[in-house]
């Protein structure tokens, strides 16, 4: 019998206030899906570098139209909760990342995150009241679903060049005031950063898996105060690494070792459905 969506809200909702820390998994396309719902994870989510690189692009020229088919994708091929990387809501408008919640969860989601980062090279971030606008556009939205979608709200400052604790901190208090349901901030440079954030905040914080040197295991993030791990494009790119190894040894070698370490055809199939 199919979960409903409202139940899958529901159960994604729960993981945030059980005790301890969980870890939410990234897939790009249905069969990381299967797989990674095989595994146990509790939940999924999407992430825009991953779902750029399906479509052979680089990270942030992906189209709402094309982020959201691409999250129906997971969203039919798991029983689990999918949450999205949906950037900056796709528009500068507070507006704008209203619609963006609306669709995503018409889509089949039940969480989405929403960044700070305005996508001008000149500019990068919004400006506090305007980002704080629009997260408050996008929980106004979310409170009008007949279930509870997870809104997070993203500051990007060390991922967007701007290494300042007390400004992120001082963001991310503003988009929990402004009704977000998860903070996030990528590119913490260590555990202290993330303990201070933890410590300033009262709603879940996710921290972000996925840069060289920062990232720290599940029990010492949980210990700082995290709530949710999110595996970003991290796992995306371990795969694009073993494809790129295995292709290169038949490329330059034609030698073919790499089969002896891949997954068979029925273990493979052992995640899929007929």
């Known amino acids: 019998m199919a979960i409903s969506q409202s139940d899958k ?21 249905g069969g990381s899906a299967r797989v990674l719902s095989g595994l146990g994870f509790a939940a999924l989510a999407t992430s825009s ?4 690189g399906v479509l052979g692009r680089r990270d942030g020229t992906v189209t709402r139209e094309e982020a959201l088919a691409h999250a129906r ?9 999918v949450s999205a990387d949906l950037e900056k809501g796709f528009g500068d408008a507070p507006d704008a990342a209203a619609e963006t919640i609306r669709l995503a969860a018409a889509s089949g989601l039940v969480g989405g995150s929403i960044e700070d ?3 001008d090279a000149q500019k990068p971030l919004y400006d506090l009241g305007h980002a704080t606008e629009r997260i408050a556009a996008a929980v ?6 007949p279930f509870p979608f997870i809104v997070t709200a993203r500051a990007e400052n ?28 990528p590119g913490l440079p260590d555990l202290a950063a993330v303990q201070a954030i933890c410590a300033a905040l009262t709603r879940p914080f996710n921290f972000m898996v996925g840069i ?23 796992l995306y790119k371990a795969a694009m690494g073993g494809l790129l190894s295995a292709a290169r040894e038949a490329r330059e070698h034609g030698t073919f070792s790499y089969v002896e370490a891949a997954m068979t055809t029925p273990e493979l199939n052992a995640f899929m459905r007929s």
Not at 140 to 145: C, F, I, N, W
Not at 158 to 168: I, N, Y
Not at 214 to 219: I, K, P
Request: no cysteine; charged share 20%.
């Open 9 to 29: 809200a529901n159960s994604f909702r729960a993981l945030h206030h059980a005790p301890g820390a969980f870890v939410i998994a990234n897939a790009w396309d």
């Open 49 to 52: 570098g991953a779902s750029a």
């Open 73 to 81: 994708v997971i969203v039919e091929a798991t029983d689990l909760p």
């Open 117 to 119: 980062a305005s996508g």
């Open 140 to 145: 106004a939205a979310s409170r009008k679903l």
């Open 158 to 185: 060390f991922v967007r060049g701007k290494l300042d604790l007390d400004d992120t901190i001082k963001r991310l208090r503003a988009y929990e005031a402004a009704g977000a349901d998860v903070l996030m901030a």
């Open 212 to 234: 060289k040197g920062r990232s720290f295991s599940a029990a010492e993030l949980a210990n700082a105060g995290v709530k949710r791990i999110s595996l970003a494009t991290s």
